[in-house]
Structures are given as C-alpha cells and as structure tokens.
T-cell receptor, first 114, second 110 residues
Framework: KAGVTQTPRYLIKTRGQQVTLSCSPI?????VSWYQQTPGQGLQFLFE???????NKGNFPGRFSGRQFSNSRSEMNVSTLELGDSALYLC?????????????FGNGTRLTVT | GIQVEQSPPDLILQEGANSTLRCNFS?????LQWFHQNPWGQLINLFY???GTKQNGRLSATTVATERYSLLYISSSQTTDSGVYFC????????????FGPGTSLSVIP
C-alpha cells in the first residue's frame, strides 16, 4: 500500500508570491491534516479535513487555507508569502481522524521564502 | 489550549543503553501518539496509545491517562534510534486537532 505522498519536495518562492502544496493520502484514509514545522515553533497544527469538510483549524492567519477533494486528496495554499513561512510542511492521513486512528505522515514539502 | 511537555529535551546514549522518555499533558485527551522523526525529517508513527501499555520490539510505551502522562521506553539502543521523539495528543474537547510536544532529541553513539 502506498504511503502518504506530498508534492513537491522542495520549493523556493519569493516574498509576496503564493504557493500550493499537494497531499495524497493512503488509500482508504478519509482524513488529511496539515502541520508546519519550524525550529522555533516546532510542529504546529494547521487544519484537518474529512470528507471535504474542514473540521478543525489551528491558530494561523487567513493566508493559510486548504481544501480536500472527493478522492480525499488535499491541497494547502499560502498566499502573500512572508519570510517566516519558510518551514517544513507535513501532511498526515488517517482513516477517520486523530480521535480514533493513528496518523501517518508524508515526507513533507520544504518551503523556502526569499 | 492543552500544554504538552516532554523530558528530557536532549539525550545522548551509548549504543546498547536503555532510556525512558516522558510526555506530560495538562488536560484530558482522547488519544496519544508517539512519533520518531529521523535525521532526514521523516515522521514515523511508533505507537497509538490512549491508555495502557504496548510493546513493539525494543520499544514500549505506557500511557496513564488519569495522571496525564505517557512514557516511551527504548531498550538496547542502536544508532538508528537517533532522531527526535515526539508525543502528540488530541484534547478531549477539541476533536481532530492533534497537538505535538516539543520533542526529545536523542543521539545514540557507537
């Protein structure tokens, strides 16, 4: 069974631009969640989707958004990039969400904003 | 929101030694998970353990939800155990939002 796939692996963007990251969950998993990892703040929860609905979100500005498609694939978008958005963005999938099933992570997308 | 603390923050072990990592949380949780992040950044789920004890090879974990802590035991450590160990919880009153602790950085030296 294929794992969680995130694309692209690396991205370099300029301040003010926008970026879209993609995540394909494990087959049969309907929950996808996103996390930002930085040396200073650690792993922080961005949002979680289940059956195309956002069920919870973290404390991030509205520049961070996401969506989930009917095939459970998910995308997250960051608009008007800032230097502080440089981070490793991790996506995780689970059968039904963290409350009942373990999370499985992809290898992440490393975003550098210059 | 819930606070998650991990100790120790850093740990250096000689290969073959045993260790115990601790995770404390400030509120009731629906579940708790332990992860290992290897030096290449990959996060691997070690245990899904809302309560009780589980074992997987040289690793075992115990969660005492009523006392709000969990322990991860690593026995006969190997250099491949190096990396950062995170615990993550889902607060009872905030479904589907998983909060990570700051991690324990482990270095196993030959």
């Amino acid at each position: 069974k294929a794992g969680v796939t995130q694309t692209p692996r690396y991205l370099i963007k300029t301040r003010g631009q926008q970026v879209t990251l993609s995540c394909s969950p494990i087959s049969g998993h309907r929950s996808v969640s996103w996390y930002q990892q930085t040396p200073g703040q650690g792993l922080q929860f961005l949002f979680e989707y289940f059956s195309e609905t956002q069920r919870n979100k973290g404390n991030f500005p509205g520049r961070f958004s996401g969506r989930q498609f009917s095939n459970s694939r998910s995308e997250m978008n960051v608009s008007t990039l800032e230097l502080g958005d440089s981070a490793l963005y991790l996506c995780a999938s689970s059968i039904s969400g963290g409350r009942r099933s373990p999370l499985h992570f992809g290898n992440g997308t490393r975003l550098t904003v210059t | 929101g819930i606070q998650v603390e991990q100790s120790p923050p850093d740990l250096i072990l000689q290969e073959g030694a045993n260790s115990t990592l601790r995770c404390n949380f400030s509120d009731s949780v629906n579940n708790l998970q332990w992860f290992h992040q290897n030096p290449w950044g990959q996060l691997i789920n070690l245990f899904y353990i809302p309560s009780g004890t589980k074992q997987n090879g040289r690793l075992s974990a115990t969660t005492v939800a009523t006392e709000r802590y969990s322990l991860l035991y690593i026995s006969s450590s190997q250099t491949t155990d190096s990396g950062v160990y995170f615990c993550a919880v889902e607060q009872e009153t905030s479904y589907d939002k998983v909060i990570f602790g700051p991690g324990t950085s482990l270095s196993v030296i030959p």
